[in-house]
């Protein structure tokens, strides 16, 4: 039996939500930080910042470097994330879950840490074209947990926050959703532990894809 539809809006984080990258992304953190000769944060520490923007992220990976060389930072992380990218891809069952909520005439947005550039790099992919209605990165809007991403995304496809759905695999994409007055679902196979969800009240914590679809397919 079809439901009524709660959610317009369903807005999903991209790297560990969607896409199997947490583990890359991890090491690249930490084999920047090795490049640039500070101490290597462990794997809690650098996954913790996945989902932030790049300055953010790799400012609190290297806490005891010279402002003046985050640049530095952010151009090795760039050197090894480029150089292994082709590694990763959705997870299981990803496309299938996107088409069915985009046939059921839900709003699809994107909400990442990642770069314009990174974001339209992987969107460019004929499997993606025409799913997402918008999308918001980073380094064009304020990072997570800031607001202003998901109140763009909101504004631009003219939707309430009670009729919109944030999704990701961190606690700065649960809170993301929380100060935009927006619901969250959290997924406990990325970047975050999920016993770490609960104080920012998620509808549910998915711990598969087909999990999520299936939760998604009778309460969204």
Known sequence: MTTARRFDLIVFDWDGTLYDSTALITRCIQAACADVGVAVPTDRDASYVIGMGLAEALQHAAPTLPRERYTELAARYRHHYTARQHEIAFFDGTLTMLNALKSRGHLLAVATGKSRRGLDDALGSSVLRGLFDA????????????????????????????????????????????????ASVGVSYGAHEPSEFH??????????????SDWLQHHA
């Open 199 to 212: 104080v920012y009240a998620p509808l549910h914590v998915a711990h598969s894809t087909a999990e999520l």
């Open 135 to 182: 999308s918001r990165t980073a380094d064009e809007t304020a990072s997570k947990p800031d607001p202003r991403m998901l109140r763009e995304l909101m504004d631009q496809l003219s939707t309430d926050p009670a009729r919109t759905l944030m999704i990701g695999d961190t606690t700065h994409d649960l809170l993301l959703a929380a100060n935009a007055g927006a």
